[in-house]
């Protein structure tokens, strides 16, 4: 169950297509964008008794607030809506939106688990806790990774407990062109029938910092046990290559955590597209 909650998150937030400044930066950078914070953190117990079970929602939101072009601002706040918080929020002014998404939240919680914490309660027949799988908590943190020139870097952490023997969480990253005002895909860098050129390069790259020779060791030690290692959309670019980021299940189990793999740009050479702008950007 747990497995099939995170694989409808990841597919919303894929379906949508900290601040780090470089303070010697004499570049413009496109938009001339600020941003704001929202930080919310509220507990609601069942029944309001705050002797019983309660739901913790903690949110730490960054947004644009000013830029040089309006519609470039809307634009970002569309996207990172609906990456942090679904597309029915889209359209909603910031504070707005963090104050229905804790009314929504809260009133779920309490509508879904209060019956069915009456009935536990009754049919209790011994001292054994049952409070802690009533426990819930998400936990929502939005950041602006990287700002320069024409790209913005979006990072949004999602952690979240709905009873049962863990919690589930997961990062997921927008790479934005500014300039064309759309999020960067892989066939945006890639060209031609590149997959299973870079599926190889993603092994290739994991059994180097694994320091094994094989997939064979790699699958001992757990790897592709819960998916195929494919090149995912969820990636974000640096000045040295992309790193290519899997969240727990996507092709490991959840006892091993998520899976970075950082692919340089001169070993993925020849199946990039020449002369791409954002990443000579990027780079210079």
Not at 165 to 194: K, Q
Request: aromatic share 14%; glycine share 6%.
């Amino acid at each position: 169950m747990k497995k099939r909650q995170y694989a409808i998150f990841t597919a919303t937030i894929l379906s949508i297509s900290g601040f780090l400044f470089s303070c010697g930066n004499k570049m413009k950078n496109t938009g001339n964008l600020t941003f704001d914070s929202i930080q919310i953190n509220e507990t609601s117990h069942l029944f309001g008794d705050t002797a019983k079970p309660a739901c913790n929602l903690t949110i730490n939101y960054s947004f644009p607030v000013k830029s040089s072009d309006k519609k470039l601002k809307d634009s970002l706040n569309h996207m990172l809506t609906a990456l942090c918080f679904g597309d029915k929020y889209t359209g909603v002014p910031a504070k707005e939106l963090i104050k229905q998404y804790t009314n929504e939240y809260i009133s779920n919680y309490k509508h879904d688990l209060e019956p069915m914490y009456s009935e536990d309660q009754k049919e209790k027949k011994d001292d054994t806790p049952i409070e802690g799988w009533y426990s819930y908590y998400k936990n929502i943190e939005g950041h602006v990774q990287y700002y320069q020139k024409s790209l913005l870097i979006y990072r949004m952490d999602y952690n979240e407990y709905t009873g049962g023997a863990h919690g589930m969480y997961g990062t997921s990253y927008l790479n934005i062109d500014l300039t064309t005002l759309r999020p960067i895909h892989l066939d945006d860098i890639f060209t031609g029938d590149y997959s299973e050129l870079l599926t190889d390069l993603l092994w290739n790259q994991l059994m180097a910092d694994k320091h094994v020779t094989s997939h064979k060791e790699l699958e001992d030690l757990g790897y592709a046990s819960t998916g195929d290692l494919i090149p995912t959309e969820n990636f974000y670019l640096t000045k040295e290559g992309i790193v290519f980021h899997y969240n727990v299940y996507e092709f490991t189990p959840y006892v091993m955590g998520t899976v970075d793999i950082q692919l340089p740009y001169e070993i993925m050479e020849r199946i990039m597209v020449p002369d791409n702008r954002i990443i000579n950007e990027l780079m210079n």
